[in-house]
């Protein structure tokens, strides 16, 4: 059994805690302690849809996919869905609840090593990653990210979503009387806190076009949290 203070608990043992089909609660998509309403859950899609431009055929990789509560939503716009995860708690919910055809895989594995060895990369043209990149070191999401360019050919856009936004962290911690804090320590229940020009910087570097937005006031991170787009395709201004 692995102890709280072992990096991967939160992600490992803690969904353990929660009904199995308790899915928000399991991934932590909660305020004070609470599952997000379904009408946040209806905007975090809307904003994937509406940058990622989904099409019939595509082919789209989740990176630290979770329970596959989220990605579900998605199923019906796409062909193909890949998630991978290194919870195998929660990849088997995400198998027992939604795995609806054999078009919809779950893959056990870290992050990294999957970018680095997987072999079948050609159909994948979108990639995922929400809420969960906050919890690779700045090293490890860079060299994560160069590898997929360089593996993953076909890839047009990258979705970098729920990031911690640096320039907010001292009135997050503020406004909960937290005086100690790290902003770049990966095994935090937050995670590593990015500045928007690092991410544009970098999508940049990688040969995307890159951005980032805001989700709307009503929405329950929207203070603290920002998305990020990498595209090869135009976007029209919004």
Not at 44 to 57: C, D, K, L
Not at 79 to 85: N, Q
Not at 94 to 123: C, G, K, L, M
Request: aromatic share 12%; with cysteine.
């Amino acid at each position: 059994m692995q102890k709280s203070d072992d990096p991967d608990f939160i992600h490992k043992e803690h969904p353990k805690r929660f009904a199995r089909d308790d899915f928000w609660s399991q991934i932590k998509r909660t305020v004070n302690g609470q599952p997000v309403s379904e009408h946040d859950i209806q905007l975090i899609v809307g904003q994937i849809e509406r940058h990622i431009h989904f099409s019939a055929t595509s082919h789209l990789l989740d990176i630290g996919c979770g329970n596959g509560a989220l990605a579900a939503r998605l199923f019906q716009r796409i062909a193909k869905y890949t998630g991978v995860d290194f919870s195998p708690y929660l990849l088997e919910i995400a198998r027992e609840y939604f795995r609806p055809n054999e078009n919809v895989a779950y893959i056990e594995s870290d992050a990294r090593a999957f970018v680095t060895n997987h072999t079948a990369t050609q159909t994948i043209d979108k990639v995922m990653l929400y809420g969960c990149m906050s919890y690779f070191s700045r090293d490890d999401f860079r060299a994560m990210s160069g590898a997929l360019v360089a593996r993953f050919h076909n890839v047009d856009t990258v979705f970098l979503g729920n990031v911690p936004d640096i320039s907010s962290a001292a009135d997050f911690f503020a406004a909960r009387q937290i005086a100690s804090y790290e902003l770049g320590n990966p095994h935090t229940p937050i995670g590593v806190w990015w500045a928007q020009q690092e991410l544009v910087s970098l999508g940049t570097q990688l040969g995307f076009s890159a951005r980032c937005v805001k989700m709307p006031p009503e929405f329950y991170g929207h203070r603290y949290r920002f998305d990020v787009i990498w595209s090869k395709r135009h976007e029209a201004s919004q």
